[in-house]
């Protein structure tokens, strides 16, 4: 936040200087255009919220009401005493940990080793990555069924995490990371007697930890978040995470908007929680990724 | 402590030479200095030393070990690099330690060497802070005691004076001269600055172009240079160079005709000069005093007042210019009509090839 307004504020001086009332008048048409549009984008998840806290009576009463009448958690209370939405919490967070860190531990390595090692194929295994994230995950869904239900880790943890660590971007965003590393810290390293391990795990990473957290907290969230893989991989209710849990709920409540609604605010709480604490990782990792993919 | 030797060692890129066929040999406890201007492979030959770059031909031998095929940490070298490097989420200490936590020394033996360097190099006080907390001096210092608790056998430094500004970075000159006399231990040091060369160096290694121009004592390659490029890339102002014709006199020492017909006497023995007798004339402004009745008449062109001397930019008969020398509070002025006196004896000549010939 404080970085957009140091920014914007001595370029808006400027223009003022330059062209007086026109652009200030500009300024303000775009700030409006931003609020109209982040209102739209904030309506939808502000009216889930509101219709979770009322009653199931009240969601189907006719007509626009911003606040609920009479505000009751009786929505959050159904769907955490009578489904399986805790299991589903608990899947989602067992698998999301597991991705994050496996995938994240993965990548630094991966990374690591195309950037600073010199090794036969490293070129094509490079060109292999930067393929791999070309393709979208859809076009291999059909492959990872096969595969999963081949090797018979349908409707396990260990099944669903496997496919989602494939990750190439995290990959590239290290590889450039390291890349930007200057060659001095690792031939100081050398002389130091480091070994590649020590190399990686006490001077590359260290060296600027928000880049593994930045990519850790979107990897989090885009693991979470995650609905088509973790729907084909668990049919059955118990390994379901709770993105697909939640479409269940749907399911079989009928029209209870209020539970349902309930249920969807519960599953988007860690993520929501994480792009708070972490604003500016998130931004930053966005960053990161946006610049490999524009 | 140890000597380094090198034989016959070479280093291309690809297909581009950077080092051809260097021998040397830097010994135990000695102080040597490679200068050269930028990009003529000092950095290159440094590092192949340190075993950061492979070499392609020849032996490198630190001791009694031949240590070209040997990893980096092998060497027992210590290097501190250009912009030290040093490791930035790791305090002043860490970094200092870092080196002997790998090779699994004692803690008690790291935290005896760790402060024994602080102390040397007067880092108690920042002993817990980052790099970026320090000053561009306090993170050399640092860089130097990262080097120092390793007791390594020789220390290589590469222009570790070059990021710090004009005053700290003559006061740190003089904190290398001092480390060296109190540690004796082998060092060799990389600069294009000449100064630094001359007032540290036991043995200055003068590069250019992928090739040994000279090694010498600083006194040796400035009074006796073996090239011309040597002759004009030490000593500030540059040597003055004249085209000449020399001949020998009764006792066998070369006498030159400059452009504009003035004669000099020299002390460089004929009998070593190619056939010929054109040749370059090489001698440094201080040997040109400006003197009432000088031989050499000329016009001042520009006058520098630099306080402890005057030079002077003088345009001869011929239209050749030469930078000569006055006293510092001297009532020279541009446009003054002046006569110059040259002291032969310290006068070079230069052949077709660059090979220098001085005074026997
Ligand atoms: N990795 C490399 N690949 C190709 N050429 C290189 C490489 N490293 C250095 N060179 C070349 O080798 C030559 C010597 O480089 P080196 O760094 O040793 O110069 P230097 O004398 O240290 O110069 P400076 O004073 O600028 O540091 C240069 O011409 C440089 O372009
Ligand atoms: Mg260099």
Redesign the pocket.
């Known amino acids: 936040m404080s970085t957009v307004n140091a920014t914007a504020a001595p370029a808006a001086r400027t223009s003022v200087r330059s062209r007086g009332q026109t652009t200030s008048l500009g300024t303000k048409l775009i700030t409006a255009l931003t609020v109209v549009v982040a209102a739209i984008w904030f309506f939808p998840l502000y009216w889930a919220i509101v219709t979770s806290l009322k009653t199931d009576e009240e969601t189907v009463r006719a007509g626009l009401r911003l606040l609920p009448e009479e505000p009751t958690l009786k929505g959050y209370l159904f769907v955490i005493q009578n489904s399986d939405l805790p299991i589903w919490y608990m899947n989602s967070v067992i698998t999301s940990v597991i991705i994050t860190i496996v995938s994240v531990l993965m990548s630094a390595g991966a990374g690591y080793a195309i950037s600073q090692l010199k090794f036969p194929g490293r070129q094509i295994l490079w060109t292999l990555i930067l393929a791999s994230f070309m393709v979208p995950v859809s076009a291999l869904i059909v492959n990872h069924f096969i595969i999963i239900a081949g090797v018979k880790l349908l409707n396990t943890h260990l099944g669903i995490i496997l496919p989602m660590l494939i990750t190439p971007v995290t990959v590239i965003v290290y590889k450039q990371f390291f890349d930007s590393v200057p060659r001095e810290y690792r031939e100081a390293a050398v002389i130091d007697n480091a070994n590649e391990f020590q190399m990686l795990f006490r001077i590359f990473l260290p060296m600027n930890w928000g880049v593994t957290t930045a990519l850790a907290i979107i990897t989090f969230i885009g693991a979470w978040n995650s609905f088509l893989w973790p729907f084909l991989a668990a049919q059955n209710e118990k390994m379901m995470t709770v993105t697909v849990g939640i479409t269940a709920v749907q399911d079989s409540y009928g029209v209870a908007f209020a539970r349902v609604l309930a249920g969807a605010v519960l599953a988007g709480l860690p993520v929501a929680l994480a792009y708070l604490l972490f604003q500016k990782r998130v931004t930053q990792a966005i960053t990161l990724s946006a610049g490999i993919k524009g | 402590m140890a000597d380094i030797r090198l034989v016959d060692v070479s280093k291309a ?2 297909n ?1 030479r ?2 051809d066929n260097v021998t040397m040999t830097i010994g135990s406890g000695e102080f040597w200095v ?1 200068l ?12 192949m030393i340190a075993g950061l ?1 492979d070499i392609n031909d020849g032996e490198i031998h630190i001791g009694d070990r031949r240590v070209d095929q040997l990893p980096p940490a092998e060497r027992g070298v210590a290097m501190v690099f ?1 912009n030290y490097a040093l490791y930035p989420h790791m305090t002043v200490r860490q970094n200092m330690a870092f080196g002997l936590q790998n090779i699994r020394t004692p803690k008690d033996e790291i935290e005896r060497r760790v402060d024994s360097a602080a102390k040397i190099l007067e880092l108690g006080h920042l002993i817990d802070r980052r790099p970026s907390q320090l000053s561009g001096g306090q993170r050399q210092r640092v860089a130097i005691g990262r080097a120092i608790v390793r007791d390594p056998k020789a220390f290589l430094f ?2 570790p004076l070059s990021n710090l500004d004009a005053g700290l970075r003559v006061r740190t000159r003089i904190e290398f001269a001092q480390l060296h006399q109190r540690m004796k231990t082998t060092m060799v040091f ?1 600069t ?1 600055d000449q100064t630094e060369a001359m007032t540290l160096a036991d043995k200055i290694v003068v ?1 250019n172009n ?1 090739k040994i121009e000279q090694i010498g004592s600083p006194m040796e390659i400035y009074t006796r240079p073996a090239s011309r490029f040597v002759a004009a890339f030490v000593g500030s102002p540059s040597m003055n160079f004249l085209p000449v014709k020399a001949v020998a006199d009764k006792a066998g020492k070369a006498l030159v005709t400059l452009g504009d017909g003035s004669v000099v006497e020299t002390a460089i023995p004929t009998a070593n000069l190619p056939k010929g007798g054109t040749f370059t004339f090489g001698i440094r402004p201080e040997f040109v005093r400006i003197e009432a009745n000088g031989a050499i008449k000329g016009k001042a062109d520009v006058v520098e007042r630099l306080g402890d001397r005057t030079l002077a930019y003088v345009r001869l008969g011929d239209g050749s210019t030469v930078i000569a020398s006055d006293t510092g509070i001297s009532s020279l002025d541009t446009g003054h009509e002046i006569a110059l006196g040259v002291d032969g004896a310290s006068a070079h000549l230069f052949d077709d090839n660059n090979v220098a010939y001085s005074a026997a």
């Open positions: 890129y690809g581009v950077v080092i490679f050269g201007p930028s990009g003529c492979g000092k950095s290159t030959l440094l590092r770059e250009q590469d222009e990389v294009h590069m992928r």
